[in-house]
């Protein structure tokens, strides 16, 4: 190994430092003077720190530090071509399959199981209007596109990131309320549902053709395996404390085990086309259901606070403002019916299937607004295939972050409880 090699290696270590440090002190700095959940702070750290912002001013452009260290290059093992690859994105996921295990674990079972119907009928909701209103602003702002270009606007729409949810519910208490709840099952299926559709649309843009019938088999498939996941840890709860939990008791790493588990199951998911974080949140409600699940919660947290702004602040640093305002009129506009789609598109699935209250329903709408880092995923794989021009992937972007940044400011005054004529909030 050369001397430059081991400077690289340590500027990744320098690198993984500032970005948690930042993320740190921009959440500390959200929820102590802004008054606002600490993934805001996060995100907009992010954006500051970024190569596009200070971090180049900072250090000159530097491929590694507070940068993407994208890497062109050749396995020497097997030849296989990387083509931009970020080794800073693997810590990145990491850090989210590590944040939807702790929600996994946090999670009601019984309650999951109950509110599943209404959760799959918000995701139908949170898929077909905002996929409508894409296609048609799509349609508008660039007729001269073709159909399949329309389509991935309505695709990008139509995702929604667990991720961003989940830890202000977290933040906030909420995680294991009803709408929290419907959120979380709405958001699985809304992924299964999410992945045909952009099967279907990339088939488009390559071939010319849909295959509808591949797309519709891989989604079942991914539910299928997703499903039986789930009932191992409901039905077999017992033997997954005896064999792979017991076995580490004694040397108290347990909940370590666990976490390696839910780790493990994360990628199993990727051979059926599911995203990681979904096998992370199945696997952290396959431990929810055992006698030890407490124990688990209780040392899997503290790492979870660790490590999850990493990835809030990374997503931020993804953000080139220059290329949002390029397509800045479009992109407000599709903003604004990606915002509208899913809170419309949820709230009557959860209101009228699901029985809850007016502010329960907007919560479950607003809650499914953010697209983060999953708006993006599908936006790069549209570039990717041909089928959108980097103006639109502009687009794709300012979705993204401002579905992200504006959903903890709609969701946290549906939480506030009312106070009374002293200014005391009431219990």
């Not at 993320?23 to 907009?44: D, Y």
Request: overall charge neutral; hydrophobic content about 55%.
């Amino acid at each position: 190994m050369t001397g430059m090699e081991t400077e690289i290696y340590f500027k990744f270590i320098l690198s993984f430092g500032l970005i948690l440090l930042v993320a740190r002190l921009g959440g500390a700095f959200a929820e102590r003077f802004l008054k606002q959940p600490a993934v805001i702070g996060e995100l907009l750290a992010g954006i500051i720190i970024s190569p596009f912002l200070l971090g180049h001013f900072l250090f000159a452009n530097d491929p590694v530090i507070l940068n993407f260290a994208l890497i062109d290059g050749v396995f020497s093992q097997n030849g296989e071509h990387l083509s931009e690859f970020a080794p800073m994105e693997i810590i990145s996921q990491i850090a989210v399959v590590v944040l939807l295990f702790v929600a996994g674990l946090e999670t009601n079972v019984a309650s999951f199981i109950k509110n599943s119907f209404t959760g799959a009928m918000v995701a139908i909701g949170g898929v077909v209007v905002p996929f409508a209103l894409g296609v048609f602003g799509a349609m508008y702002f660039f007729p001269d596109l073709h159909i399949a270009g329309w389509l991935f606007i309505g695709a990008i729409l139509t995702a929604t990131s667990i991720g961003i949810t989940v830890r202000i519910l977290m933040d906030m208490g909420k995680l294991s309320s009803r709408e929290g709840t419907i959120i979380l099952v709405a958001a699985v299926v809304d992924d299964i549902i999410g992945l045909v559709i952009l099967s279907v649309v990339i088939s488009m843009a390559q071939s010319g053709s849909i295959n509808a019938l591949s797309a519709i088999g891989t989604g079942v498939i991914g539910f299928a395996v997703w499903l039986g996941i789930l009932l191992l840890g409901v039905y077999g709860h017992k033997y997954i404390s005896k064999y792979i939990l017991t076995p580490f008791k004694a040397s108290g790493t347990m909940p370590v085990m666990a976490l390696i588990v839910g780790l493990l199951v994360s990628y199993m998911v990727t051979l059926v086309g599911l995203h990681p974080v979904v096998g992370a949140y199945v696997a952290g409600l396959m431990f929810a259901s055992t006698a030890e699940k407490e124990e688990i919660l209780h040392q899997t947290r503290p790492i979870m606070l660790f490590i999850a702004p990493f990835f809030f602040a990374y997503l931020g640093m993804q953000v080139d403002l220059k290329e949002v305002w390029a397509v800045i009129v479009p992109a407000l506009v599709i903003v604004v019916l990606a915002i509208i789609g899913k809170i419309i598109g949820c709230y009557f699935p959860a209101r009228f299937v699901g029985k809850t209250s007016h502010k329960g329903a907007l919560i479950v709408g607003v809650g499914m607004v953010p697209r983060g880092e999953v708006g993006l995923i599908v936006a790069g794989a549209g570039l990717i295939a041909g089928a959108i021009t980097r103006d639109l992937f502009g687009i794709a972007v300012a979705v993204s972050i401002l579905t992200t940044l504006v959903m903890p400011l709609m969701i946290k005054p549906l939480f506030k409880p009312k106070a009374e004529a002293n200014g005391k909030e009431l219990p």
